[in-house]
């Protein structure tokens, strides 16, 4: 049976997997400045097995840790700046950041401002994330957050409470004491019984105007050259740690911004002749339309290998594709083409949905999927 622990892991408070501890580093704003992107290669390399996963939450994850490593490994942290005080407030710090924000825009302060006044949160279900989408329109519409700030159609902000299509209208410097006061009002109206705001019934409080849509969406970034540098794709969101400080060096990038899609942003730097074969500047490459997690060994709830199956399938799919080691699929929040959930080391089948939906079939062996997929 899948164990749903119902928190994530942290710097502070890792996770044990197959391999070791998984930690997981939450950077500010979602960006880590050179030294701190070089510095995290390096610590992943003598401390880790030497591998980066970038996550859907747009955090980092060094795998492969010893008992032996994991304190020089948090040293390590420390010295980067890439610590929290403490694990409360790591765990609290889940903040999705638009991550093509610019300095002039209301995102970054925005950001600040919330993870300023985090100790003033109430005691909120562990996995509850909020979005800072504060661009010229909203581009984490896709991505999982209890509760949003974003950009209305008339260019007023609004916060938006998940599951709900429209939010109320925020005045200049009222945003994050709103927010504040809607998930106090969560907790205050048993939203913690429900979990995540998608799933509490409860009406939105009388004391705001819920009636502003947000403004159509706008595209996440791709990979290829972008106006803040160069976009890049890793395939199942996981790089050597090598190959990462490489091409900083190579392109001379200033910073390194994490996004939820598993693309990295370099800021300032340009196209490379040579990329290492783990990242990808092309966005129609198949690999990226693939989503896959550990999978097992190296994940203890996986009762099925993921990567190298995804591996094989990908040629064959024109659309997205999610295969999940188990029912928690951690790999992908929102719905894909085709989903593959590990099941008694076997697979079940979803289509157009999420690992959580009822399955068209059951009890699929790998080798009836890739005959059913033309990739035997």
Known sequence: MTEVRGWCPGALRPMRSGDGWVVRIRPR???????????????????????????NRANLQIR???????????????????????PVLEARRNILIAPDWRSDDDTPRLWDDLAARLVELPDLPPKTGFAIDAGAAPILSDDPADFRIERAADGRLILRAEGRTCGTALAPGT?????????????ATDGAQAGRMARHAAPLPDWGDWSVPPAPPRPPV???????????????GQVPAADLAEVLRRTEASALRVTPWRLVLLEGAALADH???????????????????????????????????????????????????????CARARAADITLIGHGCRFDLVTNGTAADPPAATGLSEAEILTRFGAA
């Open 222 to 236: 791709a990979p290829g050259v972008h106006p803040h540098g160069l976009v890049l794709g890793a395939a199942f």
């Open 29 to 55: 704003r979602a960006r880590l400045s050179r030294a701190q992107a070089l510095g995290l290669c390096a610590a992943a390399d003598a401390h880790g097995a030497g591998l980066i996963d970038l996550t």
């Open 64 to 86: 492969g840790v010893s008992e032996a490593t994991l304190l020089p490994l948090q040293s390590a942290l420390a010295e980067l700046d890439l610590l929290d005080p403490d």
């Open 275 to 329: 990329l290492p074969d783990s990242l990808i500047a092309t966005p129609d490459h198949p690999a990226l339309r693939v989503d896959a997690c550990a999978g097992a060994p190296l994940c203890l709830q996986a009762s099925v290998a993921t990567r190298a199956l995804a591996r094989r399938l990908a040629p064959s799919f024109s659309g997205s594709l999610h295969v999940s080691g188990c029912a928690k699929g």
């Open 175 to 187: 945003e994050i004491p709103t927010l504040l006061r809607l998930a106090h009002w969560f907790v």
